[in-house]
């Protein structure tokens, strides 16, 4: 009953800028923390960036002074603003989100996106 879909990856060169964005849907009575995740070819899943209802940001020392993650929670939306991209940030890119939802009964949800590629080339 709830979905994340993500939009805004492609293809940009090193330096670059790149934004995404993801936007919940469904039976939703409130969304607790969202981040975002990536992983690359041939590693694991990692944190990139988190968010709580109230805007408190905590970053990977990887993307600390590059990325910025913000939310409009009238949208429920959240939003990665990625500068100075590097070809290490290559990766698909998850949304993640903590949600209570009202249907068919109250009830908590981590949810997940289906991934939005992100390419940097040098």
């Known amino acids: 009953q709830v979905q994340l879909v993500e939009s805004g990856g492609g293809l940009v060169q090193a330096g670059g800028s790149l934004r995404l964005s993801c936007a919940a849907s469904?039976?939703?009575?409130?969304?607790?923390?969202m981040g975002w995740y990536r992983q690359a070819p041939g590693k694991q899943r990692e944190l990139v960036a988190a968010i709580t209802s109230g805007g408190t940001a905590n970053y990977a020392d990887s993307v600390k002074g590059r990325f910025t993650i913000s939310r409009d929670n009238a949208k429920n939306t959240v939003y990665l603003q990625m500068t100075s991209l590097k070809p290490e940030d290559t990766a698909v890119y998850y949304c993640?989100?903590?949600?209570?939802?009202?249907?068919?009964?109250?009830?908590?949800?981590?949810?997940w996106g289906q991934g939005t590629l992100v390419t940097v080339s040098s």
């Open positions: 993640n989100a903590n949600i209570v939802a009202v249907a068919p009964t109250l009830r908590y949800l981590e949810v």
């Open positions: 469904g039976s939703i009575f409130s969304i607790h923390a």
